[in-house]
């Protein structure tokens, strides 16, 4: 019988993560193709889960994600009416002037969008915890199937901007599909753009410099045909913090690093903003949109108006003049959104996460893969700044899983087991073999 561990969670959790990024593009609410990622991911995860694990998730950032279930939940949870008296202005309790004064309220001013919003993040969170999971040889193992969707996305892309100029689909999925398999060009070039550290780590740390250059152009052009400025501001900028990031060794260059790090991101965050401006009516564009979203957000700070509620809340504090054919559907700032629809709570929780994050960046400095990773949740968090990738399921599984990478311990070790060989004579030929093996 074969000592050899099993590999099925590996391959269940990676078939999880590829048709997220084959079906998961859309941005409306109540997708079939999202509510079915999302039964996979929980699923998969309570079989990974019904293994035993030897890695321990670490109580920070699992209390973290115990809080902000919590949150969700009690949203959705009925309360004694006199709790809300001066927490939000009286036209989001919506009361009927014929009925009597309810005795029990809702945080959220629309249950059911706060319910999709838990799903959503319960699957994120389980798909998180599941490929934490797994032993340090099945999280590298993921990488080809996250790949695997970026190229399928990718042929979809070079596909439709080779045919015509007029490239949406209709009818494949249950959003119109705009660029790759997304239906929001940016989010597909996010979706480019997080992919280049990875595949400048495979160029330099796995051999394969040259597919691994070809790769590169092959994203670059591709953030060129989509459209995205943004995204080609960003491309080269990650192009060049992955290259240099990811080859650094010593502390002195760490420091250099970092100090270029923060210049490029806030010429990043600069020329975005800029371009941005230029390309939106300044009178209604997400400018506007953040103001807006500002006096929401201060008269709602107790307690937010309910995960899933933006739209529906945002629209009693447009001005008159703001106010035509086309409604605001999301702020273009996850920030603020989740800060107007979760209070202070969703702040404090949202601080917290990057004090965890910027704090684990200074224990993975050992590890490329890690560091790769945290190069691509950092500017996924850039690009929330101005637009709401995250609220796609294909970019939230790819954070989850990055965030697996982050957080989790043993990639240093596993890097200098594989780095200390020694030289076995099998059958008159000479064999590499890691030292911890002979002693197990």
């Not at 954070?399 to 596993?414: E, H, V």
Request: glycine fraction near 8%; hydrophobic fraction near 55%; charge should be neutral.
């Amino acid at each position: 019988m074969s000592n050899r561990p099993s590999e099925w969670d590996k391959y269940v959790l990676g078939s999880v993560l590829f048709i997220s990024l084959l079906i998961g593009g859309g941005t409306a609410s109540g997708l079939y193709t999202d509510t079915l990622i999302e039964i996979a991911a929980i699923v998969s995860a309570a079989a990974v889960f019904s293994q035993t694990s030897g890695q321990r998730i670490p109580r920070s950032v699992l209390w973290l994600l115990i809080f902000a279930v919590a949150l969700v939940t009690l949203q959705i949870v009925p309360l004694p009416a006199a709790i809300f008296n001066g927490l939000r202005p009286e036209l989001l309790f919506a009361n009927p002037w014929l009925a009597e004064e309810p005795r029990f309220r809702f945080v959220s001013v629309g249950v059911g969008r706060t319910i999709e919003c838990l799903l959503y993040l319960v699957a994120a969170a389980a798909f998180f915890l599941s490929v934490f999971r797994l032993r340090t040889e099945q999280v590298y193992g993921l990488l080809p199937f996250f790949f695997m969707g970026v190229i399928c996305n990718g042929l979809a892309g070079a596909i439709q901007y080779s045919l015509s100029d007029d490239i949406a689909i209709e009818g494949l999925l249950p959003f119109t599909i705009n660029a790759g398999l997304f239906a929001n060009q940016n989010h597909f070039a996010a979706l480019l753009f997080v992919s280049i550290p990875f595949v400048v780590y495979y160029g330099l740390f796995r051999g394969h410099l040259l597919s691994g250059s070809l790769g590169l152009v092959t994203l670059l052009l591709l953030l060129l045909a989509a459209g995205s400025r943004a995204g080609v501001l960003i491309g080269l900028a990650i192009t060049v913090l992955s290259i240099v990031f990811l080859s650094a060794r010593s502390r002195v260059s760490g420091l250099s690093i970092l100090a270029v790090f923060i210049g490029l991101t806030a010429y990043t965050i600069g020329a975005w903003t800029k371009m941005d401006a230029e390309a939106v009516d300044p009178a209604f564009g997400r400018g506007e949109f953040a103001r807006t979203t500002i006096e929401g957000i201060k008269e709602n700070l107790a307690i937010g108006v309910g995960f899933g509620n933006f739209q529906k809340a945002y629209q009693i504090y447009e001005t008159e003049g703001m106010v035509f054919e086309k409604y605001v559907n999301h702020a273009h700032n996850d920030y603020l959104e989740i800060a107007f629809e979760g209070g202070v709570v969703a702040i404090v929780l949202m601080v917290f996460y990057f004090i965890l994050l910027f704090a684990r960046l200074i224990r993975i400095r050992r590890d490329p893969l890690q560091k790769a990773a945290f190069l691509s949740v950092f500017f996924l968090l850039i690009h929330s700044l101005v637009d709401y990738p995250l609220r796609t399921e294909a970019l939230a599984m790819t954070f989850a899983y990055m965030n697996a990478i982050i957080f989790r311990n043993g990639f240093a070790d596993s890097l200098a087991q594989k780095n200390e060989l020694i030289e076995i004579d099998h059958n008159g030929s000479k064999l590499s073999v890691p030292i911890g093996t002979l002693s197990s």
